[in-house]
């Protein structure tokens, strides 16, 4: 269930990823909050989650490319620190009491184009640091860390809350990054084929980006399952991500709970997903990986339909961790898939359009939600989004059998 842990640079990255991830969702706790506190608008909870994502609508795969191209080690530890540097100004910033909204937007924005840039590099680099044999584990095991993370982060976010205030989330967040860095410094291996030099040189050819970005769409183009995982992530991105940064209004507005409450909600989800996680990391190299892409969205979707229209505080908190669970089970497969079903040349690229997917789907899928939560309410609009998925998902497994099969 742990073997990958056997490899000494997937454990250093795994237990830095781990301390970072942690440190980014006591941020993400305490800054729907802030927004809320500031705003009093759904709708600018809506715009800072499309501030946060909007760059990976350009960047990522650009991304994908450098992940291709250059040392996908260094370019993790330059966008990491960037983005711990984003998070110690905000907290500076609200310390000082000087903070706005508009402030918040724009260091949003700083961080996501960190993550656009560096998430392919983080995808791939998995594979770069246990090989064929152990990457489905290594897959499993990094999605566990992450759940990990959001279990964790929120519930530290509610005790640093009480001790430190805000302005201490965000400035533990800063600090958590220095640790992925560290780890990072640590790794060492070889990749075949990318030495330094032979980047520099294929980055300052003459065409080679457009050229290998083109040669990356023309790959996914022509394989149709590659393709089809690829849009059933944009399509739960789109109508189903939103829920995270609409859930301090459930908070606040439907449960009457503080940002402690917050906490909880958000961490619920969080369990669900952690349980998916080591779910798939003990079933191991498991067959009919297809049906869990397309079961685990339908119950996300499902759940979040149900979560969404509740108004019991107990069966809110049943549904979130039922989500999480879905929702993991889909995605870390499709992960799974797809490093699976790609060539290693394309990995990077890949990795890319993958993000791309979930990451260039989520700020529309932002702007719509917070646009339509103004006139129709949060629950009502998470609620049609969850259908819509639901459908989506429902039509896809009975008309593609090749997906099925997978």
């Given at each position: 269930?742990?073997?990958?842990?056997?490899?000494?640079?997937?454990?250093?990255?795994?237990?830095?990823?781990?301390?970072?991830?942690?440190?980014?969702?006591?941020?993400?706790?305490?800054?729907?909050?802030?927004?809320?506190?500031?705003?009093?608008?759904?709708?600018?909870?809506?715009?800072?989650?499309?501030?946060?994502?909007?760059?990976?609508?350009?960047?990522?795969?650009?991304?994908?490319?450098?992940?291709?191209?250059i040392?996908?080690?260094?370019?993790?530890?330059?966008?990491?620190?960037?983005?711990?540097?984003?998070?110690?100004?905000?907290?500076?910033?609200?310390?000082?009491?000087?903070?706005?909204?508009?402030?918040?937007?724009?260091?949003?924005?700083?961080?996501?184009?960190?993550?656009?840039?560096?998430?392919?590099?983080?995808?791939?680099?998995?594979?770069?640091?246990?090989?064929?044999?152990?990457?489905?584990?290594?897959?499993?095991?990094?999605?566990?860390?992450?759940?990990?993370?959001?279990?964790?982060?929120?519930?530290?976010?509610?005790?640093?809350?009480?001790?430190?205030?805000?302005a201490?989330?965000?400035?533990?967040?800063?600090?958590?990054?220095?640790?992925?860095?560290?780890?990072?410094?640590?790794?060492?291996?070889?990749?075949?084929?990318?030495?330094?030099?032979?980047?520099?040189?294929?980055?300052?050819?003459?065409?080679?980006?457009?050229?290998?970005?083109?040669?990356?769409?023309r790959?996914?183009?022509?394989?149709p399952?590659?393709?089809?995982?690829?849009?059933?992530?944009?399509?739960?991105?789109?109508?189903?991500?939103?829920?995270?940064y609409m859930?301090?209004?459930?908070?606040?507005?439907?449960?009457?709970?503080?940002?402690?409450?917050?906490?909880?909600?958000m961490?619920m989800?969080?369990?669900?997903?952690?349980?998916?996680?080591?779910?798939?990391?003990?079933l191991?190299?498991?067959?009919?990986?297809?049906w869990?892409?397309?079961?685990g969205?339908?119950?996300?979707?499902?759940?979040?339909?149900?979560?969404?229209?509740?108004?019991?505080?107990?069966?809110?908190?049943?549904?979130?961790?039922?989500?999480g669970?879905?929702?993991?089970?889909?995605?870390?497969?499709?992960?799974?898939?797809?490093?699976?079903?790609v060539?290693?040349?394309?990995?990077?690229?890949?990795?890319?359009?993958?993000?791309?997917?979930?990451?260039?789907?989520?700020?529309?899928?932002?702007?719509?939600?917070?646009?339509a939560?103004?006139?129709?309410?949060?629950?009502?609009?998470?609620?049609?989004?969850?259908?819509?998925?639901?459908?989506?998902?429902?039509?896809?497994?009975?008309?593609?059998?090749?997906?099925?099969?997978?």
């Amino acid at each position: 269930m742990f073997r990958s842990l056997r490899h000494r640079n997937f454990r250093l990255f795994w237990s830095g990823a781990f301390l970072s991830n942690t440190g980014t969702w006591m941020q993400a706790v305490a800054q729907g909050w802030l927004v809320l506190q500031l705003s009093n608008s759904p709708f600018w909870l809506g715009v800072d989650g499309f501030m946060a994502t909007a760059p990976g609508m350009v960047l990522t795969l650009a991304g994908g490319v450098f992940a291709d191209l250059i040392d996908r080690r260094k370019l993790l530890i330059y966008t990491q620190a960037v983005a711990g540097l984003s998070a110690l100004t905000l907290g500076v910033l609200v310390m000082t009491h000087v903070v706005h909204i508009w402030m918040i937007l724009c260091l949003s924005f700083v961080t996501g184009c960190c993550m656009a840039l560096a998430g392919p590099s983080y995808m791939a680099l998995v594979f770069d640091l246990v090989g064929h044999e152990d990457l489905a584990n290594a897959i499993a095991l990094n999605s566990t860390q992450f759940q990990l993370a959001r279990v964790l982060g929120p519930v530290f976010a509610g005790i640093g809350f009480k001790l430190f205030g805000l302005a201490g989330c965000f400035i533990a967040n800063g600090i958590s990054s220095v640790f992925v860095v560290v780890a990072l410094l640590m790794v060492k291996f070889d990749r075949p084929g990318a030495t330094d030099g032979e980047a520099r040189r294929s980055v300052k050819q003459k065409g080679v980006f457009i050229g290998d970005l083109v040669a990356g769409l023309r790959y996914v183009a022509r394989r149709p399952r590659v393709s089809t995982l690829l849009m059933i992530s944009a399509v739960t991105s789109l109508f189903g991500a939103p829920y995270i940064y609409m859930t301090p209004v459930f908070a606040r507005d439907v449960f009457h709970l503080g940002e402690t409450g917050l906490a909880v909600l958000m961490g619920m989800a969080g369990a669900g997903a952690l349980f998916g996680a080591l779910f798939l990391a003990y079933l191991g190299g498991f067959r009919r990986k297809g049906w869990f892409v397309l079961g685990g969205d339908l119950g996300f979707a499902l759940c979040l339909i149900l979560f969404s229209l509740s108004t019991h505080l107990g069966m809110s908190l049943f549904f979130l961790f039922a989500l999480g669970f879905g929702i993991v089970c889909s995605v870390a497969v499709t992960n799974m898939l797809l490093q699976k079903l790609v060539t290693d040349e394309m990995r990077g690229r890949v990795m890319s359009m993958f993000m791309l997917s979930f990451v260039g789907a989520m700020p529309i899928g932002n702007l719509i939600a917070g646009s339509a939560s103004q006139r129709f309410g949060v629950p009502h609009t998470l609620a049609t989004g969850g259908a819509i998925i639901a459908i989506f998902v429902a039509t896809l497994a009975a008309r593609s059998p090749q997906l099925r099969e997978l």
